[in-house]
């Protein structure tokens, strides 16, 4: 049996075997799932992290336009990485400013706070998922410390990789997904 810190290495891994154009093609697909799966016009307030491109993770960044041309009156909340594991949200806008931390995640470095009480939808990073709806991100734990904090909002992964059969090693801290969004299916839980 693997643990989840190989695995994690492993998918990491594998991601950055794609090529460019498979990279854009799942995106592509994985845009247009979320879309089918996910009536934005019902969502009031979403919360979406921002993705390393360079590290091929989901490209938030289109999904973000696409949700704005469908819904320009959604609020969107983007986080920042605080120390002890904790996240801080902010409310995406003109005047939201963005760099990289020290991981190379792209975060807000000054903005209006978001109260996450009036998060309805968020979707999460991850690395990999199984098909009972846990997931192995970064291994350190500020998602699944900030989704305990939101147990009224749906959670939603995005992955650009099938799911795994199952992850041996989820324990009493991880929480799960209600679906997950592939290039390939969607996935509920």
Known sequence: ????????????????????????????LLADKLIEYIDFVQVRFMHIFLSMTDKYEVDTFTIIR???????????AICKT?????????ILNDRTRIEKNKWGIPEPVEGEAADIEEIDLVLVPLISFDKLGHRIGYGKGFYDRFLKKVPHAKKVGLALTPPLDTIEYSDE??????????PFEIYEF
């Open 1 to 28: 049996m693997v643990d989840k810190n190989t695995l994690r290495q492993v998918y990491l891994a594998k991601r950055l075997t794609l090529s460019p154009p498979e990279y854009n093609k799942r995106n592509r």
């Open 66 to 76: 696409i949700v704005r041309e469908l819904n320009p009156d959604i609020k969107i």
């Open 82 to 90: 605080l120390p002890k594991g904790e996240l801080s949200h902010y």
């Open 173 to 182: 801290m991880d929480v799960k997904l209600d679906a997950c969004v592939s």
